[in-house]
């Protein structure tokens, strides 16, 4: 067996990101609770106030069973106060830490009994909560009731801010492995001279040690309140009881009688271009730009959105032609910083170690302040209004993301500048873009890093907030989106909708129509290719090949293909790996055959055009260089490349960075024209669709599009038999990066139709996949608050049995020893002493949830239903997993942790800067030491 890679952002993403912490602030309680107060209406949502001030939005919709509570206070980083930086975000991590009728951990543990998918994040000018759970009246009651009583109950305790100030400066570490990030954070503090959006929300490293608990119970005391609170529920729920449920845990909290101080402090206009550079150990190169902008609830705003993707866009964007390609740069992307007050747009261009900063700089700053000499055409507005508003749409048609979008609008100033900003995109005209342009863009209002000193400044005209209140008094919107069926996500209805069948040339193809919110669908096409002979150094050439298909295909070319996309609301996503090449798609109902014809010319006749393929080949290589240097990337490679058996070339080989490198500059154009000429066909793939749709059309599109495909090499599955790997502990030396990364593995000789299989993943889930709450965490983060994120993983696949338990975490290269001493105790006592009933409760609990919530994806159930075809297996198979999760006896779980996990096989992997680590902690004894005599 081998073991991959694991993606660390997606882990850091899935419950990790910006926990909390607690409070020694006492409950208010006010002296009853009035009825709730209708303010307004606007599709689909309706607002209402509470008479301590709080205010509620309400977006009921059944067609998903999932319920999303997000609360947002109108707290960020502009608010904080000299030595106080990062205290916004100190705050939500600390107030998951408990309150008197929630002690620490109870949060999180009935987060993860509950099976809740849970974050809270931080920005310069809110903070918000949100919770998405299985839809029911006990998961919405305990979700209210829990924030409700964190609002002004929560601790904000001393030693809570012991434990998690050090992970707060974790994550602060990890932030500071990254070049761009970090060259984010020193453009926008060069480009604000005296307001807080100059200032990393993370916070200064200073602050963040040396807060004074007493600063950080004033400031909770003072924001989190319910007149400084938006609370926003969406999805599937009883509006009257939820509205019931809010006047009374909320109702019952005074109105405080503190009055918030107004924050006031504008830059001055920017009046001359500023220049920064930023040296560090890296392989790639980075040339940026920065320019002020309007505030987020002006209309200038709009406008600015759009000229981002008109120039950052990949690839209809003029960036991404001047730069990209001309290879003057590997990649290219815009992004701009709606904010309460005026904010500002970056500009980004990633280069590689050989291209010219010099020339792409001019190339940068010439496509960015000559606007005015070559004006937005109608195409351009048109392609990014498009753009713009498909992606508003897939956003309206998610309860869940639109549910934690309105964050963004309630900072800014008010929920309906949501709908506003949409509206404003529509009526944007070339004129209204064309001033915007000619307005910001300019050298004066640039920060790239120089002074350029001139007779005759030119200044950009930067204007105030708008009045809000006015702006939105009276706004009606439109008629609120359609909602799609109750759709029961059990196993047996999935199976009971879904109609299984297969084309002529042997394609699998699971179809099942439902109604959908949007009139969306979801569909996944796999292709299965070559035998273990066949694919022999071919590893390379299929991503590339893959990699290429949306690149030019009958009569189109990239950009008209990118258009397409756009004109059908669709969104396509191409993996491929040696012997698999998976497409996965979403659309609308009108849109779907002229989708599926397009998909049909991306993977039947791609045109493989040759300047395309040297710009992916320049992409290949500088991501690759990106990562040669990260902690994470290479204790990953090391990992997966230890004790590996295959010998080079062969589709299971797990090649070094410069092999990689080696062989992306070595494949040729014909290479991987070739290779789908050679591999791809259809008779061994699957086909999976879930939404709304003709389901009767579709089957006879289907056969004209695919049932007549096939590929000219046979089609055999590449076994991983299993073998066990040599244990070893790895320390490897990434220089001048904060951040240290951990990853160890476990070979395990199991499948997942075994017995052992659900019995070994509850044990997983407790050790290290419970999000927030897992042993892993509890000690790592909770108890030593040396790692931001830390967990485990299980992969055990349905045909080979050569799985593998991995384990993972971030720290300080400092806390080395630490960390060792952290996992191998929780492992060594995982073992011995095994898990408890109550343990074996929550992990059941979360995991039910969880994968009930799993089959509401449309875009994963169609992904699930592929893989069934291949494996011959029916979503019987997954009632009946989760009948084992709802049987599995304690007794079954601990014989399963000693029969498979053994410490004395783990193979351990440490990446950072330990050297530097080392020298740091032998400076100060070396200070001390007696001098001799």
Known sequence: MRFTALS?????????????????????????????????????????????????????????????VNITYLVGSRMENYGETGMAHLLEHLVFKGTPSLPDKTIVQEFARRGMQFNGTTWYDRTNYYETFAASDDNLD?????????????????????????????????????????????????????????????????????????????????????????????????????????????????????????????????????????????????????????????????????????????????????????????????YPFELRDPGYVLFFADLNKTQSRDAARKALLAELENVAKKPVTAEELARAKRALLNDFEKTL???????????????????????????????????????????????????????????????????????????????????????????????????????????????????????????????????????????????????????????????????????????????VDIKSSPDKLSVQFETRRDHLPALLALLRDVLRAPTFPAAEFETLKTEAVTGIEDQMRQPEAVAQNALARHDNPWPKGDPRYSATFEEDIAAIKATRLADVKAFQARFYGGQNGQLALVGDFDQAAVQQQLKALFGDWKAKAPYARVAEPFRPVKPASLTLETPDKANAFYFAGEALELRDDQADYVPLAIANRVLGSGGLKSRLMDRLRQKEGISYGAGSFLQVGPLDTSGSLGLYAIYAPQNLAKLKQGVSEELARLVKEGITEQELAEAKSGMLQEAAIARTRDGALAGSLSNQLFLKRTMAFSAQQEQQVKDARLDAVNAAIRKYIDPAKVVHVYAGDFAKAAAAAAAPAAAAAPAAQ
């Open 8 to 68: 660390l952002a997606l882990a850091l993403s899935l419950g990790f990101a910006l926990p909390a912490a607690a409070a020694d602030a006492p409950s208010a309680v006010a002296p009853a609770a009035a009825q709730p107060t209708r303010v307004a209406s606007v599709e689909g949502i309706t607002e209402y106030r509470l008479a301590n001030g709080l205010r509620v939005l309400l977006a009921p919709d059944a067609s998903k069973p999932t319920t999303t």
């Open 142 to 334: 305990w979700a209210l009731k829990m924030e409700a009583d964190r609002m002004v109950n929560s601790f904000i305790a001393r030693t809570a801010l012991d434990s998690e100030m050090t992970v707060v400066r974790n994550e602060m570490e990890m932030g500071e492995n990254n070049p761009t990030r970090i060259l984010m954070q020193q453009l926008a503090s060069s480009a604000y001279q005296w307001h807080n959006y100059g200032k990393s929300t993370i916070g200064a490293r200073s602050d963040v040690e040396n807060v004074r608990i007493e600063n950080l119970q004033a400031f909770y005391r003072q924001y989190y309140q319910p007149d400084n609170a938006v609370l926003t529920v969406t999805g599937k729920f009883d509006e009257a009881a939820t509205l019931a449920r809010i006047a009374r845990y909320f109702g019952a909290i005074a109105k405080p009688t503190r009055v918030l101080p107004p924050t006031y402090t504008i830059d001055p206009v920017q009046d001359g271009a500023r220049e920064l550079t930023l040296t560090r150990v890296g392989d790639s190169q980075i040339v940026a730009a920065l320019y002020h902008t309007a505030p987020g609830a002006h209309p200038d705003s709009a406008a600015v959105g759009i000229l981002a993707h008109i120039l950052g866009d990949t690839p209809t964007g003029r960036l991404h032609k001047a730069l990209v390609e001309k290879k003057l740069a590997a990649d290219v992307w815009a």
């Open 397 to 571: 048609n998610d309860p869940v993301r639109y549910g934690v979008a309105l964050s963004e609008a309630i900072a800014k100033g008010d929920w309906r500048l949501f709908f506003l900003d949409r509206d404003q995109i529509e009526a944007a005209t070339l004129a209204d873009v064309q001033r915007v342009a000619e307005n910001y863009f300019k050298e004066s209002n640039r920060t790239l890093g120089q002074f350029v000193p001139t007779d005759k400044p030119q200044r950009a005209a930067i204007p105030a907030v708008p009045e809000i209140d006015k702006l939105v008094a009276g706004y009606k919107g439109r008629a609120a989106l359609a909602e799609g069926e109750a759709f029961d996500p059990s196993p047996a209805n999935i199976e009971s909708r879904t109609t299984r069948g297969a084309l002529a040339n042997g394609m699998q193809t699971a179809l099942l129509p439902k109604k959908t919110r949007g009139n969306t669908v979801n569909g996944v096409i796999v292709l299965r290719m070559g035998d273990e002979k066949s694919l022999q150094r071919l590893s390379n050439v299929a991503d590339l090949t893959g990699e290429m298909l949306l690149r030019g295909a009958g009569k189109l070319d990239r950009q008209q293909i990118a258009d397409r996309l756009e004109e059908l609301k669709a969104k």
